[in-house]
């Protein structure tokens, strides 16, 4: 059996625009990306609302995604595989190249995982493998007091990440080209958005293995 860990943010928790809440269980894509999988595969979602890639928010705690990503990656082990979707709550701080730059440390971090505990029962018994989704675009505001165009700057995500990805060698999905967010609020999925993202990624990664 194949065992993946979706890390990611509000996208990837559930989060409702329509009620501020939570999706149902059923409705997130990570539950709909488990059930095309089948029986070969386990999927564990960590999603974290306004998760970043490495930047603190100010006025919320444990929102640096760099600073709990190895208590997710120990806690699960072994793992075959990370789905890593983050990027839009970057964009509260930085532009997309900044975005990009905590991209890629976050990248290293995983894929150094083993080394930098190498006492312990390895995290990746195989070898680190990611699957880095750049995220849907930005058609309203992540923050109000933002200090860049955050819809102008989603645009630019994918083509760094696809970038990061050749680098690395790791596996990439644009999940712009996949879905919009809901005409809510224009940063989060709709129930329909959850379930192209979910199907994408599940054809994706059934791709990688067979």
């Known amino acids: 059996m194949k065992t993946i860990l979706f890390y990611g943010d509000s996208n990837t928790w559930g989060f409702d625009p329509s009620t501020c809440g939570r999706y149902p269980l059923e409705e997130r894509w990570t539950t709909i990306c488990r059930q095309m999988l089948g029986a070969e595969f ?63 440390t976050v990248v290293e971090h995983i894929l150094t995982v083993n080394d930098r505990f190498a006492q312990s029962f390895p995290v990746f018994p195989d070898r680190a493998r990611i699957l880095l989704v750049s995220p849907v675009l930005i058609t309203g505001y992540v923050n109000d007091n933002t200090a860049c165009d955050e819809s102008r700057e989603s645009e630019k995500l994918a083509s760094l990440y696809q970038e990061i990805a050749r680098e690395n060698g790791l596996d990439f999905l644009d999940a712009a080209k996949v879905t919009g967010p809901s005409g809510i609020d224009g940063v989060h999925l709709s129930v329909e958005g959850h379930a192209r993202i979910g199907r994408a990624i599940a054809s994706k990664i059934l791709e990688l293995w067979h």
């Open 42 to 104: 386990y999927g564990i979602p960590a999603g974290m609302n306004g998760r970043t890639t490495v930047f603190d928010d100010p006025f919320k705690g444990c929102r640096n995604g760099l600073e709990g990503l190895d208590y997710e990656l120990q806690s699960h082990k072994p793992l075959d595989l990370v789905v890593l979707m983050l990027g839009t709550n970057d964009l509260k701080f930085t532009n997309a190249a900044g975005s990009a730059a905590g991209m890629r």
